[in-house]
């Protein structure tokens, strides 16, 4: 199970409000070519049946990458260009900070959401 968020990026940078406008476009296929999106995994929460949470971070994202194959459609966190990693999870790597997104900031495990209930 993978943790990550879809970005759009806007001059080398994740704009929330660029998701916000290629989600509201009309066409997925135009979309995709004014707007091209990519998924920034942050975590590997289970693994081949194991589950992960009480593995530390730096353990976890070594996994992610070494079970991760490069793709153009996603990238890893700490393969970022410019970035330096796992500092991601605890401080914004740019201007203006993480503006629709959470990431875990956990150094350690990390902890399971409750999911709602539903009926």
């Known amino acids: ?5 879809i970005i759009v990026l806007q001059d080398g940078r994740p704009s929330f409000s660029a998701v916000l406008e290629r989600d509201l476009a009309g ?6 070519r004014r707007r091209p999106a990519t ?3 942050f975590d590997l929460l289970e693994w ?3 589950e992960l949470y ?3 971070l730096a353990e976890r994202l ?11 459609a996603w990238q890893v966190v700490s393969s970022f260009p410019g970035s330096d990693g796992p500092a991601l ?4 790597p740019w201007p203006g900070g993480w ?12 902890c399971r959401g409750r999911a709602a209930a539903t009926g």
Not at 27 to 32: E, F, L, Q, R, Y
Not at 89 to 92: A, L, Q
């Open 54 to 56: 009480d593995v530390p």
């Open 89 to 92: 999870f605890t401080r914004p």
């Open 1 to 5: 199970m993978l943790d990550g968020e």
């Open 62 to 72: 070594a996994l992610l990458e070494a079970v991760v194959p490069p793709d153009e």
């Open 99 to 110: 503006r629709g997104s959470w990431p875990s900031g956990v150094p350690a495990g990390t």
């Open 48 to 50: 081949d049946g194991r």
């Open 27 to 32: 066409s997925t296929a135009g979309a995709a």
């Open 39 to 41: 998924l920034m995994l």
